[in-house]
């Protein structure tokens, strides 16, 4: 449900800001979104100063990657735009909210899920974290308790209504 494309690594970083996303809708995150960002800048740091490559070619290329890496990371760290969840009422499904609805037809009718909408850095479908600018999400932004919203999944147009908004 992500637009985005993670890129892949050999190393255990995930590199979240290193996803291919549309044009300046990757820059809202919520607190959690910028410690990740944070943590991740002190992990590449780490991962520079444990390079024990001997071949001096393929020493300077990891050192490169790495490099490049964490100034993509900081420029995406210095353009962040921080949203406190809960700083605004929760009449409706905005970025930050945690939305529960249920789906109204097709395959999955009557199935209830419940997301929390936030930026790329941060979104994991399994852990119930969507990107705000996916689809589904796209759909709910805006809607109310009680709101029906449609979004398309593949071929199917699917139909869903806001149960509850947190």
């Given at each position: 449900m992500?637009?985005?494309?993670?890129?892949?690594?050999?190393?255990?970083?995930?590199?979240?800001?290193?996803?291919?996303?549309?044009?300046?809708?990757?820059?809202?995150?919520?607190?959690?979104?910028?410690?990740?960002?944070?943590?991740?800048?002190?992990?590449?740091?780490?991962e520079?100063?444990?390079?024990?490559?001997?071949?001096?070619?393929?020493?300077?290329?990891?050192?490169?990657?790495?490099?490049?890496?964490?100034?993509?990371?900081?420029?995406?760290?210095?353009?962040?735009?921080?949203?406190?969840?809960?700083?605004?009422?929760?009449?409706?499904?905005?970025?930050?909210?945690?939305?529960?609805?249920?789906?109204?037809?097709?395959?999955?009718?009557?199935?209830?899920?419940?997301?929390?909408?936030?930026?790329?850095?941060e979104?994991?479908?399994?852990?119930?974290?969507?990107?705000?600018?996916?689809?589904?999400?796209?759909?709910?932004?805006?809607?109310?308790?009680?709101?029906?919203?449609?979004?398309?999944?593949?071929?199917?147009?699917?139909?869903?209504?806001?149960?509850?908004?947190?």
């Amino acid at each position: 449900m992500d637009l985005c494309v993670k890129t892949t690594r050999k190393s255990p970083s995930s590199f979240r800001s290193a996803r291919h996303c549309p044009h300046n809708l990757d820059k809202l995150v919520t607190p959690r979104g910028l410690r990740l960002l944070h943590n991740e800048r002190e992990e590449l740091e780490r991962e520079r100063t444990e390079v024990q490559t001997t071949d001096e070619v393929a020493r300077r290329r990891e050192l490169a990657e790495i490099n490049g890496k964490v100034t993509l990371l900081e420029e995406r760290i210095a353009s962040a735009r921080i949203v406190e969840p809960g700083s605004k009422p929760n009449k409706e499904v905005r970025f930050g909210a945690t939305v529960t609805f249920v789906i109204l037809d097709g395959k999955q009718k009557g199935v209830e899920r419940t997301f929390t909408l936030v930026g790329v850095d941060e979104a994991n479908v399994a852990e119930g974290r969507i990107a705000y600018f996916a689809p589904i999400a796209q759909a709910l932004l805006g809607k109310k308790k009680g709101q029906k919203a449609t979004f398309r999944l593949g071929p199917e147009v699917q139909r869903l209504e806001v149960k509850n908004i947190v």
